[in-house]
């Protein structure tokens, strides 16, 4: 017997195709400098909790912006060694989220010799402002509050939306507006006399400078009243991971080290800022190359096998494979189905009839009970080579007998 061989059309390969399309590589290429550029030139934006720079609802932003339209100027620090302050006496320290700083970070905060406000209540900032008696509730369920106070601040703004609250102890030297409960959203703590007079305000309901909040009630006109007393406003927003100090302390305060305290350049995920640029870069490349460089498959061909397979080699490969996997099930079943075609060929009993048709017409051409031929035909399926052995034999003797004459 000859064999027949089918060749297949030959493909052209994935340069080949390239080299015909030089615009359309180099279109692919710019495009990829493109992304790469403005992967590493764009800066993310900021979604820090009280942050001048965030747009977002939990931001800051809008404060700023209006103090700016307003003529005062607005920095932002990342780092409490950070702070840039040329002077103190014109410069309002602004504190966003002093919770997050430690003990002895709110010491030094309060040695600022200017005006300092506290955007949160804080036990700690309380605690040395206020003496041992000063409590701070860090949440109120949200409710407008009138000033019922003397601060002028406070009663131009009217009434605030009150959601968290400090208490001092009753002194001429402290103003306590917009109270619920006990706790005050805003609390104006004077301190010293004559040229070193300062004053420490804290807003313990920080939502109410948000953007989401800053136009409810008279959270603005509390907000930018107290934000713009002076012409220079130094924000910074406390982060766990900032664990330097003031540049006012003076270093450490233990060996008269007159140099600032360093910053600490440490961040949330110990990362540089251009590490997922050039990640996005080089996964985008690999992704580039392997398709042009991938193998490319035709279509598929069918191809008749160049020898004759004995269909008894046939059947044998097929065995061993159903012993090796150990498909007792699937062997039992697929001989069973045979069977059932043989005996209801002899009995002319279509493949489409049901199985009651089958057993009862070989129960009758072979004088057998209906339970055992129903149980060879549609019972159990053999799990081991001895139900196999034993399935096979009895299906052999019941063809027999239906094709005895």
């Known amino acids: 017997m000859t064999a027949t061989y089918v060749q297949a059309s030959p493909t052209q390969g994935a340069g080949a195709t390239?080299?015909?399309?030089?615009?359309?590589?180099?279109?692919?290429?710019?495009l990829m400098l493109i992304i790469g550029v403005l992967a590493i030139t764009s800066q993310p934006e900021d979604g820090t909790p009280l942050s001048p720079a965030n747009p977002g609802p939990d931001g800051a932003r809008a404060a700023a912006q209006i103090l700016g339209d307003q003529g005062v100027t607005v920095t932002h620090a990342d780092t409490l060694s950070g702070l840039e302050i040329d002077d103190a006496a014109h410069t309002t320290l602004v504190i966003a989220s002093p919770e997050n700083l430690s003990y002895d970070q709110i010491?030094?905060?309060?040695?600022?010799?200017?005006?300092?406000?506290?955007?949160?209540?804080?036990?700690?900032v309380v605690d040395l402002l206020g003496g041992p008696d000063a409590t701070a509730s860090?949440?109120?369920?949200?409710?407008?509050?009138a000033a019922t106070c003397d601060d002028p601040d406070a009663l131009a703004a009217g009434t605030v939306t009150v959601t968290a609250g400090v208490q001092f102890p009753e002194s001429p030297q402290t103003e306590q507006c917009f109270t619920v409960d006990g706790s005050s959203a805003y609390v104006a703590h004077e301190r010293g006399s004559g040229a070193e007079a300062s004053t420490v305000r804290i807003i313990a309901s920080a939502a109410l400078v948000t953007n989401a909040d800053l136009a409810t009630e008279g959270n603005a006109a509390l907000a930018l009243r107290a934000l713009g007393h002076h012409p220079h406003v130094a924000w910074y927003v406390g982060s766990f991971y900032d664990l330097s100090m003031p540049p006012w302390t003076g270093g450490d305060g233990d060996d008269g080290d007159e140099t600032a305290a360093p910053a600490v350049p440490t961040t949330s995920d110990l990362l540089p800022p251009w590490f997922m640029?050039?990640?996005f870069i080089l996964g985008l490349t690999v992704l580039v190359a392997a398709w042009w460089r991938g193998r490319?498959?035709?279509?598929?061909?069918?191809?008749?096998?160049?020898?004759?397979v004995p269909g008894a080699e046939a059947v044998k490969g097929r065995a061993r494979l159903y012993r090796r996997a150990n498909a007792h099930a699937h062997a039992g079943a697929s001989l069973r189905a045979q069977a059932a075609v043989r005996i209801g060929r002899r009995l002319g009993v279509p493949r489409t009839a049901p199985a009651d048709?089958?057993?009862?017409?070989?129960?009758?051409a072979t004088g057998r009970p209906r339970e055992h031929v129903a149980a060879l035909l549609t019972g159990p399926l053999p799990h081991s080579n001895a139900d196999m052995m034993t399935l096979i034999k009895e299906l052999d003797s019941l063809e027999s007998e239906v094709h005895r004459p």
Do not use: M, N
């Open 296 to 308: 490319r498959f035709g279509r598929l061909v069918p191809e008749p096998l160049p020898v004759v």
């Open 138 to 145: 860090s949440y109120i369920p949200s409710q407008p509050a």
């Open 107 to 124: 010491e030094a905060v309060l040695a600022y010799p200017g005006d300092i406000i506290f955007l949160g209540a804080d036990y700690g």
């Open 277 to 279: 640029p050039v990640l």
């Open 18 to 30: 390239l080299r015909q399309h030089p615009l359309v590589v180099a279109a692919v290429v710019v």
């Open 357 to 364: 048709a089958l057993i009862d017409a070989t129960q009758r």
